[in-house]
Nanobody, 121 residues
Framework: QVQLQESGPGLVKPSQTLSLICTVS??????????WSWIRQPPGKGLEWMGV???????YYRPSLKSRTSISRDTSKNQFSLQLRSVTPEDTAVYYC?????????????WGQGTQVTVSS
C-alpha cells in the first residue's frame, strides 16, 4: 500500500516561508503516470488544491498561489516538498499531501494524515 506522511514546522512567522515535506512509501514518485499534490484546509473552510508535481517533475499551481508556491522533489528520498513564501495568518491551515490518479477530489486515492501549520508571531 502507498503511504504519505507530511512533516515540517508547525509554526511559521508572518512573511517567512512555509516548508513541508511529504515522504512517500509503498510506491515511487517517479512511476508513470501519477501526480503528487499539496492540498490545504484553513479553519472552518473547505479543501483548497495548491499544486502538483508530476512523475517526471513537471509542476502546476493554483493560479492564486502560483507566485508564492514552489513544489519540488527528491527522487532519491522518494519525497516531494512544498514551499509557500511570504505567509500571512490566512495561510494557517491543515496541509495535506496526496497521490493523484485522475481529475477531481475522487482522483486523489492516497492521502497523508495532514499536518497543522499556524502562521503567527
Amino acid at each position: 500500500q502507498v503511504q504519505l506522511q507530511e512533516s515540517g514546522p508547525g509554526l511559521v512567522k508572518p512573511s517567512q516561508t512555509l516548508s513541508l515535506i511529504c515522504t512517500v512509501s509503498g510506491g515511487s514518485i517517479t512511476t508513470n503516470f501519477y501526480t503528487w499534490s499539496w492540498i490545504r484546509q484553513p479553519p472552518g473552510k473547505g479543501l483548497e488544491w495548491m499544486g502538483v508535481i508530476s512523475y517526471d517533475g513537471r509542476t502546476y499551481y493554483r493560479p492564486s498561489l502560483k507566485s508564492r508556491t514552489s513544489i519540488s522533489r527528491d527522487t532519491s528520498k522518494n519525497q516531494f516538498s512544498l514551499q509557500l513564501r511570504s505567509v500571512t495568518p490566512e495561510d494557517t491551515a491543515v496541509y495535506y499531501c496526496a497521490r493523484v490518479v485522475a481529475e477531481g477530489w475522487d482522483g486523489m486515492d492516497y492521502w497523508g494524515q495532514g499536518t497543522q501549520v499556524t502562521v503567527s508571531s
